[in-house]
Every structure is written in structure tokens, then in C-alpha cells.
Nanobody
Framework: QVQLVESGGGLVQTGGSLRLSCAASGSTSMIKTMAWYRQTPGKQRVLVAGVNAGGSPNYEDFVEGRFTISRDNAKLYLQMNSLKPEDTARYYC??????????????WGQGTLVTVSS
């Protein structure tokens, strides 16, 4: 198992920047992929960006080049620039664990709230 703790959320004006962090602890050697998701009240949690074990990132289209995901061992980051009001959401860190090729499951953090004012 792993524990994920996010930080870095807050209130920012349109066009501003925030850097989210996620610190993993526990069986971190089994983490293969990590990702950021976000969720607004009444809506499903959606993928924002992910990074695989090799460090290759992927982004959802709505990121539009504004966000950068990075990973440093058991830490995950999301640099968010040019923030828009529609980016307002609770952002969650996700980690998928493997024991070799055997899938162990995925874990979530508690989330960090990002609010972008217009």
C-alpha cells in the first residue's frame, strides 16, 4: 500500500499559477504510474495528466499546454500556469502499483482544492 498526500492548492486569480505536490510513502518501489485527476461537485473525477514509470507524460486536451507534470521518485508535481476559472476543482493524486507484472491496484490522496477567481 501507499499513502499519498497532496499540497499546494489555494485561491488564485485568472491567469495565475500554482504548483501542486504529491508525496507518496509506503511501498513506493511498487509505484509504476502516477497521475493527477480533478473533480468538481456533482461530476466525475477526470484525468488531468499522467506520467509512466519511464517518465513519459501525457495530458488531456483541456490542459492546452498550460500544465506540466513531473515526477521525482516518490513525488509528483503539477505546475499549472495560465489558470482559468474552469480549472477550479479538487485535484487528486493517483498511483498505480505493480509487483512485477502483477497489478496490485491504485490509490488516491485526499485531494487539494484549487480555486481560480475570475
Amino acid at each position: 500500500q501507499v499513502q499519498l498526500v497532496e499540497s499546494g492548492g489555494g485561491l488564485v486569480q485568472t491567469g495565475g499559477s500554482l504548483r501542486l505536490s504529491c508525496a507518496a510513502s509506503g511501498s513506493t518501489s511498487m509505484i509504476k504510474t502516477m497521475a493527477w485527476y480533478r473533480q468538481t461537485p456533482g461530476k466525475q473525477r477526470v484525468l488531468v495528466a499522467g506520467v509512466n514509470a519511464g517518465g513519459s507524460p501525457n495530458y488531456e486536451d483541456f490542459v492546452e499546454g498550460r500544465f506540466t507534470i513531473s515526477r521525482d521518485n516518490a513525488k509528483l508535481y503539477l505546475q499549472m500556469n495560465s489558470l482559468k476559472p474552469e480549472d477550479t476543482a479538487r485535484y487528486y493524486c493517483n498511483a498505480e502499483l505493480f509487483d512485477g507484472s502483477y497489478y496490485l491496484g491504485y490509490f488516491w490522496g485526499q485531494g487539494t482544492l484549487v480555486t481560480v477567481s475570475s
